[in-house]
């Protein structure tokens, strides 16, 4: 991942109500979900709900199908996982006995500086 996309992803994600979308998509899994049950379960209206949609959209962080009439909207998890790698591909400075799942573990960094000392 490029780190202007990173930027306009993590961009997307600061801000509440689209956070709430994205982790409800992420949620709802491949399938996704229709516009009209995200806001129904968020509580947005439809225009401010089209405005953050369009903006994670822009993100390349969910997509859209048409089924009919209705527009049903899933999370990019290959944008997801590009994020999550780029944002912890150094993580605890390059050791990977200090990283587990893509999450830092400063313990375990420690312990591998620690037994590199003796």
Same mark, same amino acid.
Do not use: N
């Given at each position: 991942m490029e780190k202007s996309d +990173?930027?306009?992803?993590?961009?997307? &994600?600061?801000?509440? =109500?689209?956070?709430?979308?994205f982790r409800l998509l992420v949620q709802a899994g491949p399938d996704?979900?229709? +516009?009209?049950?995200?806001?129904?379960? &968020?509580?947005?209206? =439809?225009?401010t709900l089209s405005f953050h949609l369009n903006q994670l959209r822009q993100a390349g962080l969910v997509t859209f199908r048409r089924e009919?009439?209705? &527009?049903i909207y899933m999370a990019e998890y290959a944008a997801m996982n590009a994020l999550l790698g780029y944002l912890t591909e150094n993580c605890c400075q390059g050791a990977p006995t200090g990283c587990a799942a893509g999450i830092c573990d400063s313990s375990a960094l420690i312990e591998a500086k620690e037994g590199r000392r003796q």
């Open positions: +990173a930027v306009a992803a993590l961009s997307a &994600l600061a801000q509440d =109500s689209r956070l709430d979308v996704g979900m229709p +516009a009209g049950h995200i806001g129904e379960r &968020l509580g947005l209206p =439809s225009a009919g009439r209705s &527009l």
